[in-house]
């Protein structure tokens, strides 16, 4: 029996049979002439029944490759014999990339998320089997080319940290199903809750085990807490009112007594709640080690039957967000989640309506919060079939859906995973010539459509065992024990999008000029258009739910800027800033004012339907609130989904209490004491969608620093 191998180099090595394993894998991926995997272990058997201890790799390939022609897999031979050197003699590759990430010296992977702080151990565990999940990736699980495109920074295949595992990326959760008709959490029932306190306990729990079997963001819909806070004062009116009954009181007087007594306890509920959700979700860290990544979507709606109810808790939100949470000095600082939306609607648009003062403690929240976020509902209604509905995590939209009584269903949707293009890569390799432009942007769409069905593919007979939470108890579905998801991947229930980052850099490149002159904006709408053209195409010929997505880019700007100044070196405007530009977004160094900005990126986000949204840059306006007032009623009428970005930092070495600046050598440092110390320092950004709060890479630590503002 064979123990040990000789390498090509003389070296000796015990033998191992994965190697084999992966090298015929390798060569199987490549071919429909495939072998069985009862056929795979036939030959490893062959090879270990070699009549020496030891064998040369030399031999080991003859013999592999007699073995294939004896199955007359002849194609499958000449695949084989282009991969069997690199996969039989192939070493573990993440074993520098692990120690060094122990080390704290991996800086790529500690800097890929601004929410997790990858010197701890519980955000290390997750890093690590990312590490691993990538190296499977890599050699087993996708298609060599796919892997090389990805590596020269011709596409960006997003979350390879999570492939190995059978996930999605993010998801309106049906929270209301879930509070109204119970879930199981961790093999526990979880009935309906019979108070707003605990109905706000169990949500917390629900988002927990939500982010433990996904990666990426999920989005709940508070109005489903309106009907347990009116629980609460029903529950206290009748105990009171039957208690003031016995006392004496008259029907009439007990009643007022009791009003006021459920009242009271309603707003110590409420209070209670609110706190509980927003305490709860800045201290849980889940199992990707991180603060769990969720949006709360507050849309006031009139003649809901909550209505009442709603509106207080969209008030107490805003309220407790303004106060902040405090730092471990004990001082009130920005906490990155949960991220709010709020929807700009005909009763709140700051025209007049019921709920403008909602609308008004919002604009003095973001002045110094940044949250919440704004949806205009007439916009929104003009996109999507007059729906109105939250987005997935930061940005991703779903598409329009309709259930089997042809109605329009939006929570309990996910998405399926992104691959983004590299567009500034095409607009270096074309250099000004249109002809080259669109043919290498058709073959690269090629190979991200591709890219897209391997993510599709993976998904497709997984059963709804591996996250009970999310197919089995009403987080997404309710499916039996064992039944395949297969039938939320298709038919546009679920999408899958195609992500796109340096727009500004390809028009430069192409024209230039930046997008935002009339030349400029005419090609960039053509690319956009195109792009949409194409997403639209693959959803009509797979009928499966692709979208064009605004990649958030948190980590990517630099990547793709990186490889690009590698390859193609210094080019002005493009690779020597050392980040790409997000999405469709204006460059950041470029002087527009804010209703310019909004107005002209608008026509943009129809295009981008699978995922987009904009941010206006201000100075700190606490003190001129009606200024941004006037930009929250712009939004409403001009523009689908804005944010504002300002500075909310906190230096707890001296109590310095404003913006902490990025210095000329691309250090976070306090203005007041010069403290560099990132441990010592609470700053909070706008990363892309979202917050961050735990330093960026260098790439977007310098796009941050290059951000002019718009007002």
Known sequence: MVKYVIKKDGKREEFETSKIIVAISNANRETEDKVSTDEIYSIIDAVSKFDSEVITTNEINNIIEEQLIKFNKLDLVKKYIIFNEDSIIKINTTDNSILSLINCKNVDTMEENSNKKATLISTQRDLIAGECSKDITDRLLLPEKIVKAHKDGILHFHDKDYFLQPMFNCCLVNLGDMLDNGTVINGKLIESPKSFQVACIVTTQIIASISGGQYGGQSIDIKHLAKYLRVTYDKHYKKRYEKYLEKGYSKEAASEKANEDALDRRSEELKSGIQTIQYQ?????????????????????????????????????????????KNEKGVPVTPAFPKLVYVLDECNNLSGGKYDYLTKLCVKCSAKRMYPDYISAKKMRE??????????????????????????????????????????????????????????????????????????????????????????????????KGEKIDKLLENGYSTISLGYIGL???????????????????????????????????????????????????????????????????????????????????????????????????????????????????????????????????????ILYAEFNTKSDYCQECGFDGEIIINDDNEWECPNCHNKNHETMNVVRRTCGYLGENYWNLGKTKEIKARVTHL
């Open 383 to 480: 996109n999507y079939e007059g729906n109105v509905f939250s987005p997935m995590g930061c940005r991703s939209f779903l598409s329009c859906y309709k259930d089997d009584n042809n109605e329009y269903k939006f929570e309990g949707r996910f998405n399926q995973g992104v691959v983004s293009i590299n567009l500034p890569q095409i607009g270096i390799l074309a250099n000004k010539d249109m002809d080259v432009f669109w043919k290498l942007l058709d073959e690269r769409l090629d190979l991200c459509f591709e890219a897209l069905m391997c993510r599709h593919n993976a998904l497709k007979g997984v059963v709804s065992d591996v996250s009970p939470i999310h197919y089995q108890y009403g987080g997404i579905a309710r499916l039996n």
């Open 504 to 638: 500004y850099e390809l028009t430069y490149l192409m024209i230039g000029k930046t997008h935002t002159s009339r030349q400029g904006e005419e090609f960039s709408l053509e690319v956009m258009n195109y792009l949409r053209k194409k997403v639209d195409e693959w959803k009509e010929k797979t009928n499966i739910g692709f979208g064009l997505y605004g990649t958030p880019a948190e980590s990517l700007c630099y990547r793709f800027a990186r490889i690009d100044k590698e390859k193609f070196g210094v080019i002005e405007n493009v690779t020597d800033k050392g980040y790409y530009t997000n999405s469709y977004h204006v460059d950041v160094r470029e002087k527009i004012d804010a209703f310019k900005k909004l107005k002209f990126e608008s026509k943009y986000q129809v295009i981008s339907s699978g995922g987009a949204i904009s941010y206006i840059e201000i100075p700190n306006m606490n003190k001129n609130l009606k200024a941004l007032e006037e930009v929250v009623k712009y939004i409403y009428d001009n």
């Open 281 to 325: 979700l800045n201290t849980l860290m889940t199992t990707n080690g991180q603060t769990p990544f969720v949006t709360i979507f507050m849309h006031m709606v009139e003649n809901y039957e909550y209505e009442e109810e709603l509106a207080l808790i969209i008030e107490e939100i805003l309220k407790q967000r303004i106060e902040g949470i």
